[in-house]
């Protein structure tokens, strides 16, 4: 038995050491009754929870780390909202609580389709909320996770030409495209096609079978892609709508491209201050451009490069000279911004760190293994010479800082160098230790050459060397991931319990962040999200400016309270606070405009935080006959912004005619369901029913079961024909994208059984196949 374990832990003992770091990394979820979402942040920077008195916190709740805040705002409620849907054997498809209600599945970053979320199915909501939120930021991490397998099948495929491997490829795709990333699963299918084309003429090596092989490798490749239709069709259609394209975000930071400079983090990662320290002196943001592997596995990266390459291991040098390309300034780097790619112009190039990070993982790996081979002194001698250049330049660095006098540098300059010194000192510290340990094996080696204890010394190192990494690696995230306390996950305050027990199916608007009030079940004109439709961002425009043509990039938010357009969103309530000009909370500041003027109405207040009710918000849903048919854009909203009273505005001309008198009419038993909308309806006239929802392709309108014409009203929202009498009305989301999607993957599906069949059936025909 004990031979057994034994030799069962010899096989998988890394699988248990992978197992103890994760146990290592997460202890505060075991011991501190804590979870891996900045809830601190939530509370402490955050309206209208910062205005809160926590018990245990009289000077309010410290923030550990303030840059990774989508997690909450984002990430958490919408998975959240995954999970509801799956729970309730719903596609979510549909998401009404931003944006005046927006697409859900297409926008990626939902996950909605990753297999990972069948968690949600399986746990109750609180658990699968806080447990699957992975770890802050989960999109690209899950995503690229699956490359080292993706890399491990494709080559399999190539040399062995199976079924299984092909299925193995194509299953992988999905979970990475699922994932809710777009360019690391963009970035792994270049990483695909070029591994496999390097495969193909440098380690198969033949000619003839070439062009057959790389058809063979594109056609796999192709069947990933749809079998991942169900996601990638929707994401498609709402990217050629969205407002994506005119997103400035990503220009004010230089396009995420890495600044020469940063070239330190490889070596020392807050060489440039910390973020969560409070002392980050570095451009742009501190979390973009992590990058940092260890100080020790860079050492067996050098060591990899200046002994003899295997095959394999030169298309990972090759693979992480091109990513280095085009993640600092180069021509290279600024080539995608220039020539407006779609879909890598609007996004960070920062992401390709992952496959920096990925291929100096596997160079360290061939590094090490080279060197449990060889047990050369070419590792002792490239340790020595990064820590003697690391002890130089921190000396260089003193130097600085002690003859400040005589240099030009401020003091702001010489408080930041100083940063830096100090940031140096732990992985400089580091490379002392394992040159010492280095230092101890090669004397070991010389003493017992040839015999067994030399082979404990080289266990011992091995160790010395894991442990050593392990302890900064772990550091490192520690220091910068949060952990808060579960208290903190979105507790319920006076304001949100008011909004929650009064605002029904009408929305809110400002005061609370964006995203934020999701996961009270609250409805919302505004939202954050950089893939949303781009009508639904003008509709903003046409609140705060008249008209629709300052697009507000991936921020919905409305800014002036004025226009009567947004009563027609159903905003019945309104939360703001008194500000000075940097948005931060002042008594002797000023309400967001229109918010103080006679249409609005205090209700609550808790603290500095005041809710007020919008008196002429019109109801979710309304009957009218009084329409206007909209000429052009321009005259819609014209009309909307200008009137007084509420007028409907269509796209086009019903074909019903319509009575001259308005309607007497009731609206009861109004359900906002998944991907549906139910409600009952009685008038005694032939009128026009509003419906505030957001429109977009996809919707369908139903009146006792019958298919009912959708007008586009008001410019964003919904209008159908209603005839008098009592009717159940209702609207339901059926993209037709995500179902073409769907029979894409079934036949594709049929297609993978039906090559492992035939290739079952060949091989028990010709058993040497």
């Known amino acids: 038995m004990k031979k057994r374990l034994f030799q069962f832990f010899k096989k998988y003992w890394p699988i248990f050491i992978f197992i103890l770091i994760s146990l290592l990394f997460f202890y505060p979820v075991f011991l501190e009754n804590k979870i891996p979402l900045p809830t601190d942040a939530l509370v402490g920077a955050h309206i209208p929870w910062s205005e809160v008195k926590w018990k245990g916190y009289p000077a309010g709740v410290p923030i550990k780390n303030q840059e ?29 609580y931003m944006f005046n ?14 297999p990972l979320n069948l968690l949600y199915v399986f746990f109750n ?14 999109t690209g991490g899950h995503a690229g996770l699956w490359l080292p397998l993706l890399l491990y099948f494709e080559r399999k495929m190539l040399l062995e030409k199976k079924a299984i491997y092909v299925i193995a490829v194509v299953a992988t795709y999905f979970m990475i495209f699922t994932a809710g990333d777009f360019q690391v699963p963009l970035f792994i299918s270049i990483t695909y096609l070029l591994f496999g084309a390097y495969l193909i003429y440098f380690e198969i090596k033949q000619k003839k079978e070439s062009l057959k092989n790389l058809i063979y490798l594109i056609f796999v490749f192709i069947l990933g892609i749809i079998l991942s239709a169900p996601q990638l069709l929707p994401t498609i ?33 807050d060489f440039f201050g910390n973020i969560v320290t409070r002392n980050y002196w570095g451009k742009y943001g501190f979390h973009e451009y992590i990058s940092y592997v260890g100080i020790i596995p860079l050492v067996y990266v050098f060591y990899s490069f200046i002994v003899k390459k295997a095959i394999l291991e030169k298309f990972f040098w090759f ?9 600092f300034p180069t021509p290279f780097g600024l080539l995608p911004y220039k020539l407006q790619i779609p879909g890598l112009s609007t996004s960070s190039a920062s992401r390709i760190i992952y496959l920096v990070d990925f291929s100096l993982a596997a160079l360290t790996a061939y590094g090490i293994d080279k060197w449990l081979k060889s047990k050369d002194t070419k590792l002792l001698k490239i340790t020595f010479l990064i820590t003697v250049l690391c002890c130089i330049s921190m000396g260089l660095l003193r130097l600085i800082m002690l003859n400040s006098q005589y240099t030009n540098f401020t003091y702001p300059t010489i408080s930041n160098l100083s940063v830096s010194f100090r940031n140096m000192i732990p992985q400089t510290v580091l490379l002392i230790f394992f040159l010492c340990v280095l230092t101890v094996f090669y004397k070991a080696k010389l003493v017992f050459g040839g015999r067994k204890i030399e082979n404990y010394f080289l266990y011992l190192t091995v160790v010395l060397m894991m442990l050593l990494s392990l302890a900064d690696i772990l550091r490192f995230a520690w220091k910068n991931t949060a952990f808060g306390p579960i208290k903190f996950l979105f507790p319920e305050t006076e304001i949100t319990n008011y909004l929650s027990n009064n605002s029904g199916t009408s929305r809110i608007a400002g005061g609370i962040p964006t995203n934020l009030f999701m996961p009270y079940k609250l409805y919302s004109a505004e939202g954050y999200d950089p893939l949303y439709p781009e009508k639904n961002s003008r509709w903003y425009s046409i609140v705060d400016w008249g008209n629709t043509d300052n697009l507000g990039g991936r921020y919905g938010i409305i800014h002036y309270f004025e226009s009567s357009a947004i009563n027609y969103a159903a905003v019945k309530y309104i939360v703001d606070y008194k500000k000075d000009i940097h948005g931060q909370i002042n ?10 003027s006679l249409r609005y109405l205090e209700v609550f207040r808790e603290g500095e935080i005041t809710i007020f009710e919008n008196k002429k918000a019109l109801p979710y849903v309304w009957l009218t006959n009084n329409y206007f ?17 509420p007028i409907l505005l269509l796209n086009k001309t019903p074909r019903e005619i319509l009575g001259k008198n308005n309607p007497k009419y009731s609206v009861t038993e109004i359900v906002k369901g998944y991907n549906e909308i139910k409600f009952n309806t009685s008038s005694d006239e032939d009128s026009l029913l509003f419906l505030s929802e957001s429109y977009y392709p996809g919707w369908k309108a139903y009146v006792d079961g019958k298919d009912s014409e959708i007008f586009v009203a008001n410019y964003l929202f919904q209008s159908i024909f209603i005839p008098k009498g009592e009717h159940l009305v209702s609207f339901q989301y059926k993209s037709m994208s ?10 594709t599906v049929s297609l993978l059984i039906g090559l492992w069949v035939y290739e079952r059936k060949s091989i028990n025909i010709n058993p040497d196949i």
């Not at 209600?101 to 990753?114: D, Q, R």
């Not at 048919?629 to 009273?645: H, L, T, W």
């Open 68 to 96: 990774i805040t989508d997690a909450i705002s984002q990430f958490y409620p919408w998975r959240k909202l995954v999970g509801e849907f799956w729970r309730a054997g719903k596609v979510p498809l549909w998401n009404p």
């Open 101 to 114: 209600g927006t697409p859900f599945l297409a926008t990626l970053h939902s996950a909605a389709l990753y």
């Open 125 to 138: 909501d609180y658990f699968s909320g806080y447990m699957v939120a992975w770890l802050e930021f989960a």
């Open 237 to 269: 259609e709402l990217f050629l709508q969205s407002v994506r394209q005119y997103d400035p975000y990503i220009k004010e930071y230089f396009y995420g491209l890495m600044g020469w400079e940063k070239i330190t983090n490889f070596i020392w990662p």
């Open 319 to 327: 693979l992480l000279f091109i990513s280095l390309i085009f993640l």
């Open 587 to 596: 008594s002797k500041g000023d309400f967001y405009k229109g918010v103080d």
């Open 629 to 645: 048919v909209a000429e052009n854009i321009n005259d819609s909203v014209n009309k909307m912004i200008k009137s007084d009273y």
């Open 738 to 747: 995500y179902k073409i999607g769907i029979v894409s993957c079934i036949i």
